[in-house]
């Protein structure tokens, strides 16, 4: 039989607590936040298994799982959850400390587009599509993959330019309470 040991961080329960502004220590994983999960199915974890892994202070764990650059951000979880806890606000505290830590991210793509996301959100204080696919193409280097579904999208409206508000302190605030 062998052991392994397993490092517990209570330090990083109370951060992720602190970041999300969620009280997940009510969670009594009752899993329908997984059951009704649209991608989990398709990663290593799931939003339970990250809720547990905060609880138990298992960083490690948390922090390399895939199921955090891949969580649409639907809030199926929280809509799910007999305790209201929303497991994408969770999800997301983790993303930013892991960003934070300049951790290897399992999909590295996906962590570019929320780096663009933020950066562009905080700058003009509402998203520009077409803005974000520039930033987010030339860092991945694939310019042309699908530029006709993108040409198509804007023909029909589905991607739209939206120009910068007046007043992006508010907005630059909250994304710098967020990162």
């Given amino acids: 039989m062998s052991k392994t040991a397993v490092k517990i961080d209570k330090n990083f329960t109370k951060r992720i607590a602190e970041k999300s502004g969620v ?94 996301f933020l950066n562009i959100i905080g700058a003009r204080g509402r998203m520009n599509e077409p803005l974000l696919m520039a930033h987010y193409k030339w860092g991945v280097k694939d310019f042309t993959s699908d530029r006709d579904l993108g040409i198509q999208m804007m023909k029909k409206g589905k991607i739209k330019y939206s120009g910068k508000i007046k007043d992006t302190g508010t907005i630059r605030k909250i994304i710098g309470e967020a990162r």
């Fill in 23 to 116: 009280d997940f220590s009510a969670c009594y994983q009752c899993l329908k936040c997984t059951a009704g999960c649209p991608v989990a199915e398709l990663t290593d974890s799931s939003p339970a298994h990250m809720i547990r892994n905060v609880l138990l202070g298992l960083k490690e764990d948390a922090l390399s799982s895939d199921f955090l650059w891949l969580c649409v951000g639907c809030e199926t979880c929280k809509t799910r959850c007999p305790q209201d806890i929303s497991a994408r606000r969770v999800v997301d505290a983790l993303k930013e400390l892991a960003l934070e830590e300049g951790r290897e991210v399992a999909e590295p793509n996906v962590a570019l587009l929320y780096k663009h």
